[in-house]
Nanobody
Framework: QVSLMESGGGSVQTGGSLRLSCVAS????????MSWYRQVPGKEREWVAT???????GYSNSAKGRFTISKDNTNNALYLQMSSLKPEDTAMYYC????????????????????WGQGTQVTVSS
């Protein structure tokens, strides 16, 4: 049984930093596309960043230059280092995984993901 568990969320002031973690268990050996999404109440889930097996990473415009996605293949862990945080970054952050290559923009579509974590809340105050 596959499970994803996020941690690292919290409350920070504008300009602060947080590091989110996601540990996956039960995953078979396979090519995986791993991403972070976020969601605020009443809005659609928003893609933040993606990393694939060979380390390629992609970022949304809002994340570019401030967030860094990385992963540890040995421990099946995914990370999101967030800096220069803004109030508009306030959201529930989710890690998500699908089997296959990160290609053709599939990473930016919620429906393509096989597994989601339960989320970790990030709150940025002004």
């Amino acid at each position: 049984q596959v499970s994803l568990m996020e941690s690292g969320g919290g409350s920070v002031q504008t300009g602060g930093s947080l590091r989110l973690s996601c540990v996956a268990s039960g995953l078979p050996a396979s090519k995986l596309c791993m991403s972070w999404y976020r969601q605020v109440p009443g809005k659609e889930r928003e893609w933040v960043a993606t990393v694939n097996n060979d380390g390629w990473a992609g970022y949304s415009n809002s994340a570019k230059g401030r967030f860094t996605i990385s992963k540890d293949n040995t421990n099946n862990a995914l990370y999101l280092q967030m800096s220069s945080l803004k109030p508009e970054d306030t959201a529930m952050y989710y890690c998500a995984i699908y089997y296959g290559l990160c290609s053709g923009g599939r990473w930016a579509q919620v429906r393509n993901y096989n597994y989601w974590g339960q989320g970790t809340q990030v709150t940025v105050s002004s």
